[in-house]
């Protein structure tokens, strides 16, 4: 896989919303490091008020945590901010919600734990249409 660095040549501001604290805060640091700014919510209800106060280039939800469905999470993201792309994680097996998560809008879906290669393709790939001029 080419090297990621060169694909980010303008800071894209990702939501990553995930749970599992110590695996956000590691990915994080990693997408950091590729040129991304990101913003990092442990639960559905800290996403809903990112959400709610400013825009973001990608987002990238767990589908599931504790307090929030990560497809209700999607539904109300869609509603809000209807051309961001949404990336979506899934545990292994539980790919049936990840389906789910297409059909009501997610770009695509990766199954945890993903390589970083694989996110910041998908990341890139849902992206490289964006207006970086914004
Ligand atoms: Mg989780």
């Known amino acids: 896989m080419a090297n990621h660095k060169k694909m ?3 800071p894209l501001k990702v939501l990553l919303v995930d749970d599992e604290v110590g695996y956000t805060n ?4 990693r997408l950091q490091k590729r040129n991304l700014l990101v913003t990092k919510a442990y639960s559905g209800q800290e996403a809903l008020v990112a959400l709610r106060s400013e825009d973001f280039d990608v987002a990238i939800f767990d589908l599931k945590m504790e307090d929030m469905d ?6 109300i993201a869609k509603k809000l901010l ?3 792309p949404v990336i979506v994680l899934t545990g292994h ?6 389906r789910e998560g297409i059909e009501l809008g997610a ?10 290669d ?3 393709q998908k990341i890139y790939q849902a992206t490289k249409n964006i207006d970086i001029n914004r």
């Open 8 to 10: 980010f040549r303008h």
């Open 26 to 29: 590691v990915l994080a640091n």
């Open 70 to 75: 990560g497809l209700e999470l999607l539904k």
């Open 82 to 84: 209807p051309s961001m």
């Open 93 to 98: 097996g539980s790919e049936q919600a990840a």
């Open 107 to 116: 770009f695509d879906y990766l199954t945890k734990p993903c390589e970083l």
């Open 118 to 120: 694989e996110l910041l």
